[in-house]
T-cell receptor, first 116, second 114 residues
Framework: RKEVEQDPGPFNVPEGATVAFNCTYSNSASQSFFWYRQDCRKEPKLLMSVYSSGNEDGRFTAQLNRASQYISLLIRDSKLSDSATYLCVVVYGPFLGGGATNKLIFGTGTLLAVQP | DAGVTQSPTHLIKTRGQQVTLRCSPKSGHDTVSWYQQALGQGPQFIFQYYEEEERQRGNFPDRFSGHQFPNYSSELNVNALLLGDSALYLC?????????????FGPGTRLTVT
């Protein structure tokens, strides 16, 4: 079983639609959670962190359910510019410190295509 | 403020050859991590360097090795290339004392092994 699982999609939605992505993780020791965005043939970029209390950034809302080991990302009022691959990322354990940075564990990504 | 830079952008090699990829971290960052992203997959952690030492390693064979220089830049070396090594190789930098898990990615080097 993969450590982080996502539906690869593609999700084809019209402009203005609301779309939700889900992600599950297998290691209950996972400590921190993120959504990254990756445009075609580009590097991943941090979209937002995910907290148990949920967090919102404009049209984007992220939720974490530790009991179910489940993370979600909701995009409202989709724009053409939202077309990209969305990567779910988890980090295990407490912050390592001592100069080390905890490695990022990525899901395979979910491809979103927003249609005009 | 320069971000993470990587070179070369693209590279084509033949099976059995060796390759060296280079990364310069974001200004003020001293930790470099390398990731491999195969087509249609998420990035996978290869290893991480801090203070010129390998601090963590993912599940990659010894053919993958690295180095960090005193100026914090880093190299990734892959020996005896296999077709399966074809991928986008991403470098990410972070800063000790910065946000615990914040890493900034470079544009990557796309390696094709024929």
């Amino acid at each position: 079983r993969k450590e982080v699982e996502q539906d690869p999609g593609p999700f084809n939605v019209p402009e203005g639609a609301t779309v939700a992505f889900n992600c599950t993780y297998s290691n209950s020791a996972s400590q921190s959670f993120f959504w990254y965005r990756q445009d075609c043939r580009k590097e991943p970029k941090l979209l937002m962190s995910v907290y148990s209390s949920g967090n919102e950034d404009g049209r984007f809302t992220a939720q974490l359910n530790r009991a179910s080991q489940y993370i979600s990302l909701l995009i409202r009022d989709s724009k053409l510019s939202d077309s990209a691959t969305y990567l779910c990322v988890v980090v295990y354990g407490p912050f390592l410190g001592g100069g080390a940075t905890n490695k990022l564990i990525f899901g395979t990504g979910t491809l979103l295509a927003v249609q005009p | 403020d320069a971000g993470v830079t990587q070179s070369p952008t693209h590279l084509i090699k033949t099976r059995g050859q060796q390759v060296t990829l280079r990364c310069s971290p974001k200004s003020g960052h001293d930790t470099v991590s390398w990731y491999q992203q195969a087509l249609g997959q998420g990035p996978q952690f290869i290893f991480q360097y801090y203070e010129e030492e390998e601090r963590q390693r993912g599940n990659f064979p010894d053919r993958f090795s690295g180095h960090q220089f005193p100026n914090y830049s880093s190299e990734l070396n892959v020996n005896a290339l296999l077709l399966g090594d074809s991928a986008l190789y991403l470098c990410a930098s972070s800063a000790r004392g910065g946000t615990a898990y914040e890493q900034y990615f470079g544009p990557g080097t796309r390696l094709t092994v024929t």
